[in-house]
């Protein structure tokens, strides 16, 4: 969805002089994601995005420090790093010379990368298993079309720049919101030795959707797949969660008939917990968590939104990250009293939490001043591990960030934030950009936005809301716009807000007012 600028001139009362973001600071943000705890508790493996600014393409590594974040070094230019259960090595996805992604295995003690797997199609997921003995992947297997469109005309053995043949079509499911045609075939699940060699096929039916591989024990696997195994025609948004026994192959499903269930994550003890919901529409529904320990259970209801990624903190508590208003919330449940906390009371900023160890909680963290960073939360609050950004951003003074609470002319309670010019003067005349949010079911945050405050420190005054459709504030608001969107309903959120800011938050305080001129554009 195309971005709608909403400009205003009007005038503002306060003032402060500072060096402002400079446009050629881009090149030098990297992005910090996926910090993962060794089971030791020493080392963090995390994730760093970059900029080449030759080639004018963005680089990804795996890198390595210490738990106290001294020693940060470039470990790899693999992605999706995982750590053997002993904590020795970690294994990696990286593509070969023949650009096929293989899984890799490389020792702490070496600077030595060994190729475990030697596929034709590449590993798309994969998990170690508990005693570090297998890994356990899915690939892609194409179909054979066995049917193809003979073009007339074409003579063997001569290159032509011709239109591309016809697709051979097989399935009703064939393209894709977003992505276009889909690829023609299905994933499989795949075993091979943490040592290397040929690869066995564990699944023998067709999953047209599979995600969070992980295993369960020694030789149970735990998965999502489409509904119905071996049915390519399953409704679209349905999935389930499913057991395998490596050895005997048998396959269970430990999730309800009917929904979108996801994101298994074992106990070790025999308990999996997972996120699903029972509705098969196309709406915005907050998962729940739900709990298999011999029986299927839903533990949760009415939640601000899905929860991300789930983590046991022991046999009987999870915790995971939920965003909710506005902010990304680490949360602890206990799977026996159902007792729901916020693990930072009125927490208003961002944590994103990728990995757990002795009840402490990895992750990276952000807020309105500064991208994410990796991080720690313990009991003594959230405390920063690495600084990569730091002294890039230390040289300008950014606007300040201030959020706004107003309600919409039939009641709705909405949110935004706005960002104020790092030199603000009363006395002059700033331009406004209001800034929507596509999808529509998606949630700004207070989080470091570099265009934001880049617009901030070129004279704009930036504001940005979650109107209804929003996720972060539950399923009702999100879905209120079904069958009206664009609506009144979310124009009026917009506009009320333009007008919470214009008059109530800075002309008001100022104690000045100003003739307002409006251009609108798309």
């Not at 294994?91 to 096929?100: C, E, P, R, T």
């Not at 064939?174 to 075993?191: C, F, K, S």
Request: glycine residues 8%; proline residues 4%.
């Amino acid at each position: 969805m195309k971005k709608l600028l909403i400009i205003m001139s009007f005038l503002l009362c306060i003032g402060l002089q500072a060096k402002n973001l400079e446009p050629e600071s881009y090149w030098d943000i990297q992005s910090i994601s996926n910090p993962k705890i060794s089971p030791n508790g020493s080392k963090i493996l995390f994730s760093k995005r970059y900029i080449d600014k030759i080639n004018d393409s963005f680089i990804s590594e795996t890198w390595l420090m210490n738990a106290n974040g001294s020693d940060k070094q470039m470990f790899t230019d693999g992605s999706g790093a995982q750590w053997s259960p002993d904590g020795t090595k970690v294994a990696f996805l990286k593509s070969d010379d023949n650009d096929i992604t293989q899984i890799y295995v490389k020792f702490l003690s070496s600077n030595n990368e060994s190729k475990i797997t030697n596929l034709d199609e590449s590993v798309r997921t994969f998990a170690w298993s508990p005693d570090g003995k297998f890994f356990a992947f899915t690939s892609f297997n194409e179909y054979d079309d066995g049917w193809v469109v003979d073009i007339p005309g074409k003579k063997e053995g001569e290159s032509y720049n011709w239109t591309e043949e016809p697709t051979v079509v097989k399935t009703m499911h064939w393209r894709a919101d977003g992505t276009g045609e889909v690829e023609r075939g299905e994933n499989h699940i795949y075993l091979v030795s943490s040592e290397g060699g040929s690869a066995a096929k564990l699944s023998d039916w067709g999953m047209d959707f599979q995600g969070s591989l992980g295993w369960h024990n020694d030789t149970t696997l735990v998965f999502q797949a489409n509904s119905s195994l071996n049915d390519l025609q399953t409704a679209w948004k349905q999935s389930s969660v499913f057991t395998m026994d490596v050895n005997s192959k048998e396959v269970k499903k430990i999730s309800p008939d009917k929904g979108v269930y996801t994101s298994p994550k074992s106990s070790g003890d025999g308990k999996i917990v997972f996120l699903g919901h029972p509705t098969t529409e196309y709406s915005s529904v907050a998962f729940d968590v739900y709990l298999h320990d011999g029986r299927t259970k839903k533990l949760t209801s009415n939640l601000s939104a899905t929860p991300r990624e789930m983590f046991w903190l022991n046999s009987n508590e999870v915790t995971f990250s939920i965003d909710d208003r506005g902010a990304a919330k680490a949360m602890k449940l206990n799977t026996r009293t159902l007792a729901m906390e916020e693990l930072i009371p009125n927490f208003n900023e961002q944590f994103y939490l990728s990995s757990v160890h002795k009840g402490e909680l990895y992750g990276t963290y952000a807020n309105a001043l500064r991208p994410s960073e990796v991080a720690v939360l313990n009991g003594s609050g959230v405390e920063k591990l690495s600084h990569i950004n730091e002294v890039v951003l230390s040289q300008y003074q950014l606007g300040e960030t201030v959020e706004i609470n107003y309600k919409a002319p039939d009641g709705m309670d909405v949110q935004g934030w706005y960002i104020l010019p790092p030199d603000f003067d009363n006395s002059k005349k700033y331009p406004l950009i209001l800034i929507i949010h596509g999808g529509p079911h998606s949630m700004y945050r207070n989080q470091f936005n570099y265009l934001w405050h880049q617009f901030a420190s070129d004279g704009y005054v930036v504001l940005y809301t979650n109107p209804r459709g929003s996720t972060g504030y539950g399923s009702e608001f999100a879905n209120v716009i079904d069958n009206d969107y664009p609506g009144m309903g979310d124009l009026s959120d917009l506009l009320s807000g333009l007008i919470m800011l214009l008059i109530k938050v800075l002309l008001m305080k100022a104690g000045c007012m100003s003739k307002a001129v409006v251009a609108v554009a798309y």
